[in-house]
């Protein structure tokens, strides 16, 4: 993979991600209500079709435009200008209260799990953090903790190097809890530094692998009270509807404390975290936009807004 | 979920009875109903509207039936609409006539391509064809040692790419390797990428005019969300694709983005991955999908994987017992050898409607390994003990535990986790097995 340092800001980043997502949908919210030169039903019936589109979710976007039409009947929204700013302002507000990036010490150890569903990018985001901490003077180590799925140890290993970091692992197939325990060791005995334990993917129906996340967790806090600082769930922007109930049982099995949103670089706005925000509050990280090392950005509710209503071109 | 929306609609359609036909006007808020479950299972926003207009012309002028549930009646005429649209029959692979016939899997990052190649060539080597593998993702770290390390399990034939960095190329290498050794078929496992990402769909292009595949298959995850159709869609417009496989499904994702896909591109569903091990790939079912869509649960798929795994004649016993609550340790001994043989139990239980939400289960999905020791436990007990568990006590459970190398505690969490289980098996009996047995739907 080429690792060329282009440092383009996020906004742009994101900016220019989702530009591309544009030229496949038709219109777009803001062309839509700029379109429409007065309130209709015409104009909710395309504003409904853009949040469900963006995977906001089919209750919560009738939530959202009902109280539009609240505001409408109470003369408090009066053009489609204004409307627009109003449900701009309602979910921007709802992912504020969950905007929260990490900020992590550099007197202490700090201890990072990522977990999540198959392939919702676990490790790559696990790499890009070990590079953004590096960069800002963090030692840090991974573990490697997916000794399931072949190959997944060799992948890690590859993000280490590429990052500059240590990697603790053991063979494939080792227990998972051993190599957390082993990391644990032997970073008591060291200096303050980050640890960001890489899980295997699991779905969150299956219990016997929740068990096992479970496991690991509780051998780092025994190893090390207080550990894990940061429990980060990270979630495929690509999910639909699915992503509450992966939020939730992740959330319910060894709580979660930080949410990571990957692949906002491809053609879905991951409008499905507006829901989880709200109905959850789980404090919202960092965002994925592309494969390569830098491209991990923290969370931020205005840029995401207005990514997800962005006017075309 | 297929309780709740049947639940919703037979409230609506109470009000309804007496009034004899459907129409526009008092079907509406059961539309209404159905079109938030299609749209909350991630079917797209357009699939759904298009199907919400089909079905209303359907149900109009239904008479509302007294005896059964006008609700379940509508269910009934969605579940079936849905099951045509997905195409009624299942779909096979095509080799087409050249040797080695290659089968190319593409998809975004993260959707399951190599796993699938995997299975995909375990199936193909079922079938008695010699089957070659090769990855051309050069960009994801270590993607060629996994499909190299899975595909050795399976005893397939890998190509070796050491020192090559262009995927062109090394499908062309791998095509000739893969000729030159006489095998029958080549799987090709593509590096993950956006569908808007041009120079790698051009890539793309290029192993496909290449290769000439008999087979481009699609490979999309069950969780995908309302864009499923857009990338699915550019795919096919830039590679045309023969047939989409569907990953994932052994998790709770309803799975909507299967009939978008089916819907909007047209193309077959050829198969379903349910879950990590290499031999969870089945044939996929339009109907059971329908089911799923409409969160019914896979009624089908579980009377299946039950016909196959369990001996019938134990199982009539079983039911038997059941009914009069009988069911012992030795029954339990005897169910886990047949539980072991039809995947996890949580699966399999899953599968039944309704029961995700039992709590009871949260605490008795034992893995594989765990099977092993609860059997240890149960073969450590007298057969008296095993007959009626009530006389396993305080210093009984201690030589339990010893006799069987486990703990105490373990023992009291089985002999707790077979009360729960008895009190559950009480209520799949309240009807639930016999119309299993019949193969139905509970409508
Ligand atoms: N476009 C894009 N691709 C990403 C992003 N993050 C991860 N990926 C890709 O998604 C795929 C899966 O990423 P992994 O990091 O291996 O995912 P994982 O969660 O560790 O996967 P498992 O361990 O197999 O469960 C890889 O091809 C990554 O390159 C992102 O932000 N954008
Ligand atoms: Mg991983």
Same mark, same amino acid.
């Given at each position: 993979?080429?690792?060329?340092?282009?440092?383009?800001?996020?906004?742009?980043?994101?900016?220019?991600?989702?530009?591309?997502?544009?030229?496949?949908?038709?219109?777009?919210?803001?062309?839509?209500?700029?379109?429409?030169?007065?309130?209709?039903?015409?104009?909710?019936?395309?504003?409904?079709?853009?949040?469900?589109?963006?995977?906001?979710?089919p209750?919560?976007?009738?939530? #959202?435009? @009902?109280? /539009?039409?609240?505001k409408?009947?109470?003369? *408090?929204l009066?053009? %489609?200008?204004?409307?627009?700013?109003? $449900?701009?302002?309602?979910?921007?507000?709802?992912?504020l209260?969950?905007?929260?990036?990490?900020?992590?010490?550099?007197?202490?150890?700090?201890?990072?799990?990522?977990?999540?569903?198959?392939?919702?990018?676990?490790?790559?985001?696990?790499?890009?953090?070990?590079?953004?901490?590096?960069?800002?003077?963090?030692?840090?180590?991974?573990?490697?903790?997916?000794?399931?799925?072949?190959?997944a140890?060799?992948?890690?290993?590859?993000w280490?190097?590429?990052?500059?970091?240590?990697?603790?692992?053991?063979?494939?197939?080792?227990?998972?809890?051993?190599?957390?325990?082993?990391?644990?060791?032997?970073?008591?005995?060291?200096?303050?530094?980050?640890?960001?334990?890489?899980?295997?993917?699991?779905?969150?129906?299956?219990?016997? #692998?929740? @068990?096992? /996340?479970?496991?690991?967790?509780?051998?780092? *806090?025994?190893?090390? %009270?207080?550990?894990?600082?940061?429990? $980060?769930?990270?979630?495929?922007?690509?999910?639909?509807?699915?992503?509450?109930?992966?939020?939730?049982?992740?959330?319910?099995?060894?709580?979660?404390?930080g949410?990571?949103?990957?692949?906002?670089?491809?053609?879905?706005?991951?409008?499905?975290?507006?829901?989880?925000?709200?109905?959850?509050?789980?404090?919202l990280?960092?965002?994925?936009v592309?494969?390569?090392?830098?491209?991990?950005?923290?969370?931020?509710?205005?840029?995401?807004?207005?990514?997800?209503?962005?006017?075309?071109? | 979920?297929?309780?709740?929306?049947?639940?919703?609609?037979?409230?609506?359609?109470?009000?309804?009875?007496?009034?004899?036909?459907?129409?526009?006007?008092?079907?509406?808020?059961?539309?209404?109903?159905?079109?938030?479950?299609?749209?909350?299972?991630?079917?797209?926003?357009?699939?759904?509207?298009?199907?919400?207009?089909?079905?209303?012309?359907?149900?109009?002028?239904?008479?509302?039936?007294?005896?059964?549930?006008?609700?379940?009646?509508?269910?009934?005429?969605?579940?079936?609409?849905?099951?045509?649209?997905?195409?009624?029959?299942?779909?096979?692979?095509?080799?087409?006539?050249?040797?080695?016939?290659?089968?190319?899997?593409?998809?975004l990052?993260?959707?399951g391509?190599?796993?699938?190649?995997?299975?995909?060539?375990?199936?193909?080597?079922?079938?008695n064809?010699?089957?070659?593998?090769?990855?051309?993702?050069?960009?994801?770290?270590?993607?060629?040692?996994?499909?190299?390390?899975?595909?050795?399990k399976?005893?397939?034939?890998?190509?070796?790419?050491?020192?090559?960095?262009?995927?062109?190329?090394?499908?062309?290498?791998?095509?000739?390797?893969?000729?030159?050794?006489g095998?029958?078929?080549?799987?090709?496992?593509?590096?993950g990428?956006?569908?808007?990402?041009?120079?790698?769909?051009?890539?793309?292009?290029?192993?496909?005019?290449?290769?000439?595949?008999?087979?481009?298959?699609?490979?999309?995850?069950?969780?995908?969300?309302?864009?499923?159709?857009?990338?699915?869609?550019?795919?096919?417009?830039?590679?045309?694709?023969?047939?989409?496989?569907?990953?994932?499904?052994?998790?709770?994702?309803?799975?909507?983005?299967?009939?978008?896909?089916?819907?909007?591109?047209?193309?077959?569903?050829?198969?379903?991955?349910?879950?990590?091990?290499?031999?969870?790939?089945?044939?996929?079912?339009?109907?059971?999908?329908?089911?799923?869509?409409?969160?019914?649960?896979?009624v089908?798929?579980?009377?299946?994987?039950?016909?196959?795994?369990?001996d019938?004649?134990?199982?009539?016993?079983?039911?038997?017992?059941?009914?009069?609550?009988?069911?012992?340790?030795?029954?339990?001994?005897?169910?886990?050898?047949?539980?072991?043989?039809?995947?996890?139990?949580?699966?399999?239980?899953?599968?039944?409607?309704?029961?995700?939400?039992?709590?009871?289960?949260?605490?008795?999905?034992?893995?594989?390994?765990?099977?092993?020791?609860?059997g240890?436990?149960?073969?450590?007990?007298?057969?008296?003990?095993?007959?009626?568990?009530?006389?396993?006590?305080?210093?009984?459970?201690?030589?339990?535990?010893?006799?069987?190398?486990?703990?105490?505690?373990?023992?009291?969490?089985?002999?707790?986790?077979?009360?729960?289980?008895?009190?559950?098996?009480?209520?799949?009996?309240?009807?639930?097995?016999?119309?299993?047995?019949?193969?139905?739907?509970?409508?």
């Amino acid at each position: 993979m080429e690792e060329k340092n282009e440092k383009k800001g996020f906004f742009e980043r994101l900016k220019s991600g989702l530009s591309k997502t544009r030229k496949l949908l038709m219109t777009d919210v803001d062309d839509i209500i700029l379109g429409s030169k007065q309130i209709d039903q015409a104009l909710f019936d395309e504003l409904e079709e853009r949040l469900i589109v963006a995977d906001v979710g089919p209750s919560f976007t009738a939530e #959202l435009i @009902e109280s /539009l039409r609240e505001k409408v009947k109470r003369k *408090e929204l009066s053009s %489609p200008e204004i409307l627009r700013t109003a $449900l701009r302002e309602t979910m921007r507000d709802i992912l504020l209260k969950n905007e929260a990036p990490l900020v992590i010490p550099h007197d202490k150890i700090y201890t990072i799990m990522a977990v999540g569903v198959n392939g919702s990018g676990k490790t790559t985001t696990t790499g890009k953090m070990a590079h953004n901490f590096k960069e800002e003077g963090h030692q840090v180590t991974l573990v490697a903790a997916d000794t399931f799925r072949a190959a997944a140890v060799e992948q890690l290993d590859l993000w280490a190097k590429r990052a500059g970091v240590k990697i603790v692992r053991q063979a494939e197939n080792a227990d998972p809890a051993a190599v957390v325990y082993d990391a644990m060791r032997i970073a008591r005995e060291g200096k303050p530094e980050v640890i960001i334990v890489d899980t295997a993917g699991r779905l969150h129906t299956k219990t016997n #692998l929740m @068990e096992e /996340l479970k496991k690991m967790k509780r051998i780092m *806090e025994r190893e090390m %009270p207080g550990a894990p600082d940061e429990v $980060l769930l990270v979630l495929d922007a690509t999910t639909g509807q699915n992503a509450i109930a992966q939020a939730r049982m992740f959330q319910d099995a060894i709580g979660v404390t930080g949410l990571i949103l990957t692949k906002l670089d491809g053609t879905s706005k991951g409008g499905v975290v507006v829901r989880i925000a709200k109905e959850l509050g789980i404090p919202l990280r960092y965002i994925g936009v592309g494969e390569k090392i830098d491209d991990l950005q923290p969370f931020r509710a205005e840029a995401f807004v207005d990514a997800l209503f962005e006017t075309n071109h | 979920m297929f309780e709740n929306l049947s639940d919703k609609l037979d409230v609506i359609f109470r009000k309804l009875k007496g009034k004899g036909r459907l129409d526009e006007e008092n079907i509406q808020s059961a539309l209404r109903e159905i079109r938030i479950a299609l749209l909350e299972a991630d079917v797209n926003f357009r699939v759904v509207r298009d199907f919400i207009e089909e079905v209303k012309q359907r149900a109009v002028g239904q008479e509302v039936i007294e005896s059964i549930t006008p609700g379940q009646q509508v269910v009934k005429i969605v579940h079936e609409r849905l099951i045509e649209l997905m195409g009624t029959t299942t779909s096979q692979l095509r080799f087409g006539g050249r040797i080695p016939a290659p089968i190319m899997l593409v998809g975004l990052q993260g959707c399951g391509k190599t796993t699938t190649a995997v299975k995909l060539a375990r199936h193909v080597a079922a079938g008695n064809k010699r089957v070659y593998l090769v990855s051309a993702d050069v960009y994801r770290p270590a993607a060629m040692e996994q499909l190299k390390v899975m595909g050795e399990k399976i005893g397939a034939g890998i190509f070796d790419a050491a020192g090559l960095t262009d995927p062109v190329e090394i499908c062309r290498l791998a095509v000739e390797e893969a000729r030159r050794g006489g095998y029958e078929v080549i799987i090709v496992d593509t590096a993950g990428r956006l569908a808007i990402d041009a120079p790698m769909m051009e890539e793309l292009k290029k192993i496909k005019s290449l290769i000439i595949p008999a087979e481009i298959l699609f490979v999309a995850d069950a969780m995908t969300g309302q864009d499923a159709v857009n990338v699915a869609g550019r795919f096919d417009e830039l590679l045309g694709i023969d047939g989409v496989i569907m990953t994932k499904m052994d998790g709770d994702a309803r799975g909507g983005a299967a009939l978008s896909l089916r819907a909007v591109i047209g193309k077959p569903i050829k198969f379903a991955g349910a879950g990590e091990k290499i031999d969870a790939l089945e044939v996929f079912h339009p109907e059971r999908m329908a089911s799923r869509i409409l969160g019914m649960g896979d009624v089908l798929t579980l009377v299946e994987k039950a016909k196959e795994a369990v001996d019938l004649k134990q199982q009539k016993e079983l039911e038997k017992k059941l009914r009069k609550n009988e069911f012992t340790l030795e029954d339990l001994r005897t169910q886990m050898n047949q539980i072991s043989k039809m995947g996890p139990l949580e699966d399999v239980i899953g599968m039944l409607p309704g029961m995700k939400k039992i709590k009871a289960l949260k605490e008795m999905k034992p893995d594989e390994r765990e099977l092993v020791r609860l059997g240890a436990i149960i073969d450590s007990m007298t057969p008296v003990e095993r007959r009626n568990y009530l006389i396993i006590d305080g210093s009984r459970r201690k030589r339990i535990a010893r006799g069987s190398g486990t703990t105490v505690q373990e023992v009291n969490t089985l002999l707790k986790n077979y009360v729960e289980m008895r009190k559950l098996m009480k209520r799949f009996t309240k009807g639930g097995i016999k119309s299993l047995r019949r193969g139905n739907f509970p409508f």
